[in-house]
């Protein structure tokens, strides 16, 4: 498959979780990943369709597949589902999905200039691997 043309992207804002992360989407235990509306507007990113293909990088850029995006919905962050998070292979139950996540938000926000709230509109990927790279 020809990647030069799709969207290339690591989850989270450092090096050690962005590897943990991409080797639990290759390891088939992270199907979806969540991120702020408001980070998407402030950075200017269009936000992700379904149906969009694009490329999991390691933090170094280094690119490990390409996934498809099955279903993409904005959640309020109070409203994500055990059922949901669990897509996200992460974390063990409802209460350190929200602990982590909103750790992370909190720290993103900081960084390009949102306030996290539970109200707070979440983009909600859930993806498949169509190719290991």
Known sequence: MDISN???????LDEKMANSLAKLVL????RATSSSLWGYEIEGEEIPKEGEKSVITLFDETPLCVVENK???IIPFKE?????????GEDENLES???????????????????????????????EVIEVL
Not at 81 to 86: G, I, R
Request: aromatic share 18%.
């Open 71 to 73: 279903r993409v919905r």
């Open 27 to 30: 390891e088939g235990k992270k």
């Open 97 to 127: 999905w929200q602990e982590n996540h909103r750790a992370f938000f909190l720290e993103e926000g900081r960084e390009i200039g949102y306030t996290f709230c539970e109200d707070m509109p979440v983009v909600f990927e859930e993806f």
């Open 6 to 12: 799709l969207k290339k992207w690591s989850f989270g």
């Open 80 to 88: 994500i589902t055990f059922s949901l998070a669990v897509l996200e």
